[in-house]
């Protein structure tokens, strides 16, 4: 094995088991020995976050595993993420996330924007209790290719109508696909409320997502 | 023959036919009724009735039912509370409007918008170290004005004898406790990366959690019959961390305390877990627990109430399972009354099913869809079950 290997399987392994101090570590290391950051986040990161993905859905994983797994991606990406800008990398499409206004759970978004960004969107986070008006001011002004929307209540779940209807209403609804997610979500929900998919989790959002602006 | 609710609800947990199935609302939290439907449904049942709080508590927002009501809505329990410590109750009374709510773990709430609180006061977000642990000024479990009012309160019930005591004293469930002192998702990251940490913290709050769990049986004394304590395991597709995990590191924990209650009380143990804990209810059966709540039914393997029953059903009771999710929030009353006869089927031969809603009816449900709810209960309820209201 190279030592580039190696320092990828190093990289692999930090990600998967929630090493954040390691996963800098290695990062820094590889960069420091020339190696491109896109082949870090490819060929090592993105890897490992799918890998605990499937582990996540066969069950043999569960939240803190996966938790701690994205934290650790964050803190790599975080050195990462100016570089891969920098480097001009075209991304695979702009995501804008926020929790609904009224709602501030957010471990599952925070889940999915790391997944996504993971492999390979913009991901602009507009946090938790998100009024209407900001995602549709985040439409006009960001033009995203997809709105997510998280709701952890069956009452806060009542958002995602209103603010479909605003997006309507402001004229940007066919710019732009809307996933929705969060424990009241099933497709029965995204029917009525008019959305275009939903993921159940953070590791199947990316699959959504792609699914939904026609990406393999 | 008709029973008293007390009877009912014993014989059902007796694993007995009594003569209905038993409601259990308004007893708690997780049993209980938000403000909003509270108010609709007195002004629907013309009750005048104030508009109070479990656990004099208006930043939780479930509604301290009234006699009246709880009457008619047919609960068979009624609940003895534990209260914040007088001073901080009186501490939030006087705070500024709007400020976070600071409970005596020194975690709180935020309003995020008028009249929605959410707990985002995390005071160990950063701990780490035993150390930080030890230095943390931990509440005073002894002081007498948390549980200054229970003895009283369940010796008049006991006295006259009408319904099943339920004491529920407020989230002394040391893995909410840690969500509650560090977020939930650096909690769950600890129990990952810090292991030792984590169990030290569960182990310190499960300290505090026995100290007051003590005084409150010790008032209590001989009467109450039921004790409701839990921790929340589940999700919407499975668990919140793996059984392995849950074995190692929780359940022994949970085992412990439900030995301590069981040293002091032959009160039966409730315990409370939403979402999918499919995977565990052979472990918590192992450890003493006797009534399971809330069945949430839009939850994973919950869904199969059938299994449930077949396998657990003649050691375990069900006390939930009224879907909050879709039919009791959107739902037509009939669906509603279609629901509960669909679940009472299911989970009510041979006693070891007391209705509820899964969780908090929340503000937006409709009160006719409470009053379908109850209303349905009598006339499917009634047993021998098949036969419709006598």
């Known amino acids: 094995m190279t030592g580039r290997e190696q320092l990828l399987d190093g990289l692999y392994a930090a990600v998967l088991s929630g090493d954040a101090h390691r996963a800098v570590a290695v990062t820094r290391e590889g960069l420091g020995d020339g190696v491109e950051p896109t082949v870090l986040l490819f060929e090592a990161m993105i890897p ?29 990406m975080t050195i990462l993420r100016p570089l891969i800008v920098a480097a001009g990398v075209e991304t695979v499409g702009k995501f804008v996330m926020g929790t609904v206004a009224g709602d501030i759970h957010d471990v599952g978004k925070n889940l999915c924007n790391v997944m996504l960004e993971g492999a390979g969107f913009e991901v602009i986070d507009l946090g938790i209790n998100v009024p209407g008006p900001t995602f549709v001011d985040a439409i006009r002004e960001l033009e995203p290719d997809v709105v997510g929307m998280s709701a952890f209540l069956t009452t806060t779940a009542l958002e995602f109508a209103r603010n479909i209807e605003l997006i309507e209403e402001a004229g940007l609804r066919d710019r ?28 199947s959002a990316v699959r959504v997502t792609r699914s939904v602006i026609g990406l393999s | 023959m008709t029973m008293t609710s007390r009877e009912r609800v014993l014989a059902a947990i007796r694993h007995e036919e009594p003569d209905r199935v038993p409601i259990v609302l308004g007893v708690s939290n997780a049993t209980g009724i938000k403000m909003t439907p509270y108010r609709e449904l007195k002004l629907r049942l013309g009750i005048a009735a104030p508009d109070d709080y479990l656990y004099a508590w208006p930043e939780l927002g479930t509604a301290a039912i009234d006699e009246e009501t709880m009457a008619r809505l047919g ?37 995020i918008r008028p009249g929605d609180w959410f707990p985002m006061v995390c005071p160990l977000r950063s701990a780490t170290t035993v150390e930080e642990l030890e230095e943390y000024p931990w509440p005073d479990m002894d002081d007498p004005t948390r549980v200054a009012h229970v003895a009283e309160e369940a010796a ?37 990366l810090r292991p030792d940490f984590a169990e030290a913290l569960l182990w310190r709050i499960q300290e505090r959690c026995k100290i007051l769990m003590g005084h409150f049986l010790e008032a209590l004394g001989p009467n109450v019959d039921i004790i409701k304590i839990g921790d929340d395991l589940g999700t919407q597709e499975s668990l919140l961390m793996s059984p392995d995990m849950y074995r190692r590191i929780l359940k022994p924990i949970h085992a412990d305390y439900i030995a301590f209650i069981r040293e002091k009380t032959e009160a039966k143990i409730f315990f409370h877990t939403d979402g999918d804990v499919f995977p565990l209810i052979d472990d918590l059966l192992e450890i003493g627990v006797e009534i399971l709540n809330p069945i949430q039914t839009s939850a994973g393997k919950m869904a199969n109430l059938e299994e449930l029953k077949a396998r657990w059903g003649d050691r375990l009771t069900f006390c939930g399972g009224i879907d909050t999710h879709r039919v009791l929030p959107g739902g037509t009353p009939d669906e509603v009354r279609a629901e509960v006869g669909r679940v009472i089927e299911i989970l009510g031969p041979g006693g070891g099913y007391l209705v509820s809603s899964v969780h908090t009816v929340m503000n937006d449900v409709p009160a006719e869809n409470i009053m379908a709810m109850v209303d349905a209960v009598q006339e ?8 419709g209201a006598p």
């Open chain 1, 48 to 76: 490992a976050l799918e890998e605990i993905g499937r582990r996540f859905e066969t069950g043999e994983v569960f939240l803190p595993e996966m938790l701690v797994a994205a934290n650790a991606m964050q803190g790599a």
């Open chain 1, 176 to 203: 732009v696909k809307i996933l929705i997610g969060g424990a009241p979500v099933d497709q029965a929900l995204v029917d009525t409320v008019g959305a275009d998919g939903f993921a159940p989790d953070a590791s």
């Open chain 2, 380 to 387: 499917h309820g009634t047993y021998p079950l098949g036969r």
């Open chain 2, 156 to 192: 008049r019930l006991a006295a006259e004898n009408r319904f099943a005591i339920m004491a529920t004293p407020w989230l002394l469930f040391p893995l909410e406790r840690a969500f509650a002192l560090q977020g939930m998702d650096t909690f769950l990251m600890n129990l990952a």
């Open chain 2, 75 to 111: 609960s068979d329990v009624r609940g003895v509370l534990d209260l914040e410590p007088a001073s901080v109750l009186e501490a939030n009374r006087a705070r500024a409007p709007h400020a976070d709510y600071i409970d005596s773990w020194g975690s709180g709430a935020t309003e």
